[in-house]
């Protein structure tokens, strides 16, 4: 068996220009605007994208419906580098932390028409 020696500056150069740096904070794609009650009449709405929660800092009023079900919507939006407490209701409804969630901007948001 043959060992070949190997020129550790190859090596690292090989290892810089495999790395692929593919970090866009725009996404898109199909999403859903959910709400997050955070106590009797108060209400947090956000963005469900690839079963992560962001919080959308322009939703628009049409999207701002109280309601059980998400609205399924197409998307594109760019992430914030600041994050949003989300809040849930304790037993005697006063709002209590959840958990923190990245801010978006979005670009563009459109409903998708559910098929009768």
Same mark, same amino acid.
């Given at each position: ?8 500056? /190859?090596?690292? *150069?090989? /290892?810089?220009? %495999? ?8 996404? &898109? ?16 709405? *956000? ?5 992560? *929660? ?12 109280? %309601? !059980? ?8 939006? !760019? ?8 809040? !849930? ?8 932390? *959840? ?8 670009? %563009?948001? &459109? ?6």
């Amino acid at each position: 068996m043959k060992i070949y020696k190997v020129n550790p500056f /190859l090596f690292f *150069l090989l /290892l810089i220009f %495999s790395c692929e740096n593919n970090i866009d904070p725009n996404k &898109e794609g199909t999403a859903e605007v959910a709400i997050s009650v955070a106590s009797r009449g108060f209400y947090q709405f *956000l963005i469900e994208f690839d079963d992560d *929660l962001y919080f959308p800092e322009n939703l628009p009023d049409e999207f701002r419906v109280v %309601s !059980q079900e998400p609205i399924p919507v197409n998307i594109k939006f !760019q992430i914030l580098d600041n994050k949003e407490d989300i809040f !849930q209701p304790a037993p005697n409804d006063v709002p209590v932390f *959840l958990m923190s969630v990245p801010v978006i901007t979005i670009l %563009s948001i &459109e409903k998708i028409k559910s098929i009768p």
